[in-house]
């Protein structure tokens, strides 16, 4: 969840780790810290509550010289956000000092110990616990910070990445990997340490992604030193990364959320390029063609996913069924790895994740490949966790999403879980060849529809600022529609703070319905299809109980539009393909109405992007 960042070198390291930390401030922003080893030997740690920024102004007129460093902006998980609670954290000689990202589980167990050796504590977390541990094993035994920590990880539980400074050797940084992410970026004569590339790319494309269980000595002058837990030593792979650092800046926009919402045309002929071909009628993933045989036979498929990936996951259910007549489930990940699930060999364990290291679904994946489940692997970042740990999949391909709140990673899901369903079927044979053509044809046209719908954005705007009073929403629509309007609701939630829910249009009448007045806002997503008459019913039985309507219609719709109080009107397509239409005014309305709120949408109050802690 936190963001790291580390640099060894000749340069000044301060403002390589400030830059890297906003780079990485959407993995948290809760505080901010940052360590340096300046030229006469002292370790200088500054940490402040609150944002980088804040950390920028508390650091004026302080020695910050160094060209060693780590810094972390943190999401809290042990202790409230404060000073004293943010990282670095600094060992009790203050020889050492570590960042960290992840929960040490067995924390309490070590820190009794440490405390009935005199070790005495200033924070409430675990990380502390973790520097003091690494001090204590490494005066204890005389040994190097690099053995230190290797001994010192094997006594512990739980998910972390790490960065140590050792005063006593200014020129080694000393990281480390379990269930988080962790990234070596490979200069001439220096190194830079990241959670994910953002803050590496800007000085060298030259990467090494740790593995998990792997400790790294970083020596400035030398190549780089890894092994595992057990003192194997590793071979480092060092690989070019590609990055477009412009996608990492706001572009005129005022919020990067606002900035990914308009990128999502483009983004979706990017996730489509290579793989639809209209002139040929043929859809091509490399995915399909080198395991048609697992991926075609497979008894059922089970997707596992977090959050909105669950979203685009139910989405994607009613594609593959409806497409390839193959039985689907849809599960949460931090459920499913804890339900002794009934799945084999016979499976094709489908997991959805935008940054490819959440927690929950990385464990859900452990679990499908020890049962002998196939796993197939939808992700956006390029080199992580789940790529890596997945026999195929597919990258969605839509740039790296700067805000918390998940929006064109949706649709580029939606996408790529669309073409998986076209290409099995191609394949099964299981849509007739002028079906397969019509739906091929129409999701080419998607992104040019997209734009209509983004040229609807100051009418949305003008609407939101009428429902800035509003406590709460309920969201519904039915069939391909329903999993848009949780989605709706959750990008509700997250930024405006409102409390919202989605439903089937059709179970408002079992319960839902009771909270229905004048003062409830209720977001229908009624576009023509199979189900727009009962959908109509659905309005006439809120309407009858005085619920203020907003409507998502198809352009030209005569029956809804004369019922709501409010319409959006988008252009039509087929019905299998409108929630990538229909996700774009709701995500517009949660933007403009936590805008006139004067919500920080980017950086959401106990959010992060990355969730890589349980």
């Known amino acids: 969840m936190c963001g790291i960042v580390g640099y060894i070198g000749n340069r000044d390291a301060y403002p390589v780790l400030i830059k890297g930390l906003k780079r990485l401030e959407y993995r948290g922003y809760d505080s901010a810290g940052v360590a340096l080893i300046n030229a006469q030997g002292q370790l200088d740690v500054y940490k402040t509550k609150g944002k980088v920024a804040d950390l920028e102004n508390f650091v004026v007129e302080k020695d910050v010289s160094g060209t060693i460093g780590i810094a972390h902006t943190r999401w809290a998980t042990h202790g409230e956000p404060n000073s004293a609670n943010a990282h670095p954290h600094v060992s ?42 690494i001090e204590y094993v490494q005066i204890s035994n005389h040994l190097s910070l690099f053995k230190a920590v290797q001994l010192a990880l094997r006594q512990v539980i739980g998910a972390y990445a790490i960065a140590v400074l050792d005063k006593k050797n200014p020129k ?60 194997v030593k590793m071979v480092p792979e060092i690989k070019d990364v590609e990055f477009n650092l412009g996608k990492l800046e706001k572009g005129g926009y005022p919020h990067f959320m606002l900035k990914e919402v308009f990128e999502q045309p483009d983004c979706i002929i990017d996730c489509m390029r290579g ?16 395991h048609k045989d697992k991926l075609l036979n497979a008894r059922r ?9 669950w979203h685009a996951g139910l989405i994607g259910k009613r594609l593959i069924e409806s497409f390839c007549r193959i039985p689907v489930e849809v599960n949460y990940a931090s459920e499913f790895r804890y339900s002794d699930p009934l799945i084999d060999e016979r499976d ?20 499908a490949k020890s049962k002998g489940a196939f796993i197939y692997g939808i992700c956006n970042a390029i080199g992580s966790s789940i790529p890596r740990s997945t026999e195929t999949g597919s990258y969605i391909h839509v740039g790296p999403e700067i805000g918390v709140a998940s929006t064109k990673a949706f649709t580029g899901q939606v996408t790529v879980l669309t073409i998986l369903a076209l290409a099995l079927a191609q394949e099964k044979h299981t849509m007739t060849k002028e079906l397969f053509i019509k739906v091929l044809d129409e999701l ?43 989605e709706g609701a959750l990008k509700l939630k997250e930024i405006s703070y409102i409390h919202a829910e989605g439903y089937p249009a059709a179970e408002m009448k079992h319960g839902p319905i009771a909270l229905v007045d004048i003062e409830m806002p209720v977001v229908v997503i009624a576009t023509s299809g199979s189900l727009y008459e009962k959908v109509v019913s659905n309005v006439q039985e809120i309407k009858a109980r005085k619920g203020r309507i907003i409507a998502i219609v198809t352009k030209g719709d005569q029956v809804i539009s004369k019922m709501a109080d409010w319409i959006i009107e988008i252009p039509e397509t087929l019905e299998c393909l409108d929630p990538l239409l229909t996700t774009l005014p709701l995500q517009l309305l949660a933007y403009h109405i936590a805008v006139c709120k004067g919500m920080n949408v980017d950086q959401p109050r106990n959010l992060a992007k990355s969730v890589t802690v349980e």
């Open 348 to 367: 094709v364990v489908i997991a959805i994740s935008q940054s490819g290291e959440t927690a929950d679904t990385l464990a859900a994946i452990e679990l």
């Open 444 to 486: 080419n046209r998607i992104p040019e529809k997209m734009k209509e719908v983004l040229y609807l954005d100051q009418q949305i705007s003008n609407l939101a600022k009428i429902f800035t009073y509003a406590h709460n929403f309920i969201y519904m629509g039915r069939g391909y529609s329903y999993p848009v309007a949780l």
């Open 172 to 231: 080694e940084i000393v990281v480390a990997r379990k269930s988080s992410p962790l990234v070596i970026g490979v200069g001439d004569n220096e190194y830079f340490v990241g959670s994910d590339a953002s803050p590496i790319v800007e000085y060298t494309n030259k990467v090494v992604y740790l593995k998990d269980g792997e400790i790294a000595c970083i020596t400035l002058g030398k190549d780089l030193e890894i092994v595992n837990l057990n003192n």
């Open 92 to 133: 009790s000689s203050r020889n050492l000092a570590l960042v960290h990202n992840g929960i040490i589980e067995n924390y309490a167990t070590i820190k009794a110990k440490l405390l009935a050796k005199g070790y005495k504590f200033c924070s409430e977390t675990d990380t502390e616990v973790l520097v003091q541990l």
């Open 301 to 309: 498929f089970i997707i596992v996913a977090c959050g909105t990936s």
């Open 275 to 290: 793989r639809v071909n209209v002139e040929s009628q043929k859809v091509l993933l490399s995915a399909v063609i080198d």
